[in-house]
């Protein structure tokens, strides 16, 4: 019996190594279909689920002033899954055109870890419930960013209202970790509604708040309503484990007397590996 035990695990041992890297690398997306519902990533509130992917994004807003500030990048990146409950990101410097007096640059760097507390797919339960940790590291050039760095803890998550319909919502705050009366600290409360309207279509519906303590917009609070649309192309032989594209669309509109920019339109091309 030991003998037989010991060949078995041998055997298991070879079988693993002789995987593909690649097989191994997209097995993550394809265990957490089994393990989590199956939406498209919000285009602006922050994502409870956990996936390999990279974003590249590009937003188009107006500030208070009316003058056009363009984002090459939007603060978005990559993420990679680790095991089945953690997912690490980076999300690089964006590059940023002011259109006026200000000078461009690249923004900040950020890193960032989720841990999957709990989930259901379609068949269990379809929820989730994530914890979120990041820290923006201040790489800004020309004041592109903020004057130091600051942690961002997140709680995140959501359910599915039948086969077509998901409600997610997101509540977290921006502590820097120094100057904090010329700063100031926020809370960020999101809340969305989804619904699968075709095969590859999507449509969702989010509300951004911002609340302000201290700093510049002391006691202040700015709100976004921001409609949005997803196209998800995949053939029909595709499986969890193949890589693939999701195309976004929308618009945060301010809904606040106060608000710091308007009118941002926000576009994107996802690959999930």
Request: aromatic residues 14%; proline residues 5%; positive net charge.
């Amino acid at each position: 019996m030991c003998a037989a035990g010991v060949g078995f695990a041998l055997s298991a041992d070879a079988a693993g190594a002789q995987q593909s890297f690649a097989a191994r690398f997209f097995a993550h997306n394809a265990e957490m279909a089994r393990l989590q519902p199956g939406w498209p990533t919000p285009l602006v509130e922050t994502e409870p689920r956990l996936t390999q992917y990279y974003r590249f994004a590009f937003s188009n807003e107006y500030t208070a002033a009316g003058t056009r500030t363009v984002s090459y990048g939007n603060a978005r990146g990559g993420g990679i899954v680790a095991w089945n409950r953690y997912e690490f990101d980076v999300l690089p410097p964006s590059y940023i055109q002011h259109n006026s007096t200000a000078a461009d640059g690249f923004g900040d760097t950020t890193a960032l870890v989720k841990f999957r507390i709990a989930s259901g797919n379609a068949e269990a339960g379809n929820f989730i419930a994530t914890a979120i940790l990041s820290h923006t590291f201040p790489t800004g050039s020309h004041s592109n960013g903020a004057a130091t760095g600051s942690w961002n803890p997140t709680l995140a998550g959501g359910v599915g209202l039948g086969k077509r319909f998901d409600v997610e919502s997101s509540l977290g705050g921006t502590l820097p970790t120094g100057k904090i009366a010329a700063q100031g600290r926020t809370i960020a409360w999101s809340a969305l509604a989804q619904e699968h309207v075709r095969r590859a279509f999507w449509l969702e519906l989010e509300n951004n708040v911002s609340f302000y303590f201290a700093g510049s917009h002391d006691g202040k609070m700015q709100n976004f309503i921001t409609p949005a649309a997803y196209f998800i192309p995949r053939r029909k032989a595709w499986k969890p484990a193949h890589p693939f594209l999701v195309f976004a669309a929308g618009m945060q509109i301010a809904t606040s007397g106060f608000h710091t920019y308007n009118h941002n339109l926000i576009t994107e091309m996802r690959v999930l590996f």
